[in-house]
């Protein structure tokens, strides 16, 4: 067993032996122990463990092996916020908020009940809560294209889709949520696949199983001088699987339009369900940040940007000109709700 090999959930290191074919992961601290013959299947076990838990208590995060920075109080609040905020699509990206976002998303987490069965209503009022805090993000021009620049097309595995991840941009930006969606969802598992080592030419798709196996095996790379704090990061492949899991790639039922945000409805397009809401585009953009986060973190390459480099200044501008035309994408909206089956993106 590699003994480099270290993980955490919510600050609280996980254990990793190997007996046989089984690999056994646990936390000790919660009394967590599971196994299976993938390494990948025993963590996403204790994930979920650790997702029945929290549904009878919120878990308080371990906060003295982990040495946050001087921001330890913020990113326990993470760590808690993120235990509801999961359930409905989202994941706080430490970069992106300060602490008077942080304080209102607690607000917000502090009144939901997981025990709770939302109708659509009630989700939709919930996200957009969540999204009237997170859309400056979002939406954030400069940041937008610092990502894509020093970290999208720089990184293995997604940078040979920065490309599609740059036309989800252009079409988020103008507010063409139908694009930004139809784009992702196969983006997101193209990066997966990549991940895995698939290769079209030479093999059997493999299946969503061991995707997530395999995105759940992701190591932080310790070697790196520019990194991340590793508890975020572990974080972020945690969330990542949760999200993908659970609201993605949840079995579809028909009958409840929440739903209708999943892998299959939208890939074989199976009804007319308004899965290209503005608040799905929304999820699909974080989850896209936390690829991207997490497998630069993982990797050997190290790069950085020049924000006074010639290509994001040019793309930050033209990100920028695209948001401010927005008004005119008035005209394209009045045109869609000409169709019948065009349900609106809020």
């Known amino acids: 067993m590699n003994q480099g090999f270290t993980k955490s959930v919510f600050g609280y290191p996980m254990t990793f032996d190997k007996r046989g074919d089984q690999y056994i992961v646990g936390i000790d601290e919660l009394e967590i122990k599971e196994k299976s013959q993938s390494k990948g299947r025993a ?3 204790v994930f979920d463990k650790i997702k029945e838990m929290i549904k009878l208590n919120i878990i308080e995060p371990k906060i003295e092996e982990a040495k946050f920075n001087n921001y330890d109080k913020m990113q326990v609040s993470i760590f808690k916020i993120n235990q509801k905020l999961t359930n409905f699509g989202f ?3 430490v970069e992106e908020l300060d602490e008077n976002d942080i304080k209102k998303l607690e607000n917000i987490c502090e009144n939901i009940d997981l025990n709770y069965n939302y109708n659509i209503y ?3 009022g919930i996200e957009n809560k ?3 805090i997170i859309m400056p993000y979002i939406l954030n021009t400069e940041h937008r294209a610092f990502n894509m620049s020093s970290i999208i097309m720089n990184t293995d595995h997604i940078s040979k889709f920065s490309h599609l991840i740059e036309q989800a941009y252009i079409s988020l930006f103008r507010g063409e949520y139908i694009s930004t969606v139809m784009v992702l969802i196969p983006v997101i598992e193209g990066v997966l696949l990549s991940l895995y080592g698939f290769d079209f030419l030479s093999g059997s798709k493999p299946k969503e199983n061991q995707l997530l196996n395999r995105w759940a095996e992701l190591q932080y790379n310790f070697n790196k001088s520019n ?3 590793q508890f975020i990061i572990d974080e972020y492949i945690r969330a990542f699987i949760d999200i993908w899991e659970n609201t993605v790639f949840t079995k579809h039922q028909l009958a409840e339009e929440k739903l209708y945000f999943n892998r299959n409805y ?3 397009l199976m009804g007319e369900g308004r899965f290209y ?5 929304f999820k699909l953009i974080n989850l896209i940040d936390l690829l991207a986060h997490v497998l630069y973190a993982c990797s050997e390459k190290e790069h950085g940007l020049d924000i006074k480099d010639s290509d994001y200044k040019l793309r930050a501008f033209y990100y920028e000109s695209l948001f401010n035309k927005q008004i005119l994408n008035k005209v394209e909206y009045h045109i869609l709700n000409g169709h019948e089956n065009f349900k609106g993106y809020i």
């Open 266 to 268: 939208i890939t074989h």
């Open 227 to 229: 990194n991340y704090n």
């Open 130 to 132: 969540i999204i009237d």
């Open 91 to 93: 994941s706080i990206i």
């Open 43 to 45: 963590i996403r076990n």
């Open 277 to 281: 809401s503005r608040n799905n585009a």
């Open 122 to 124: 009630e989700v939709e």
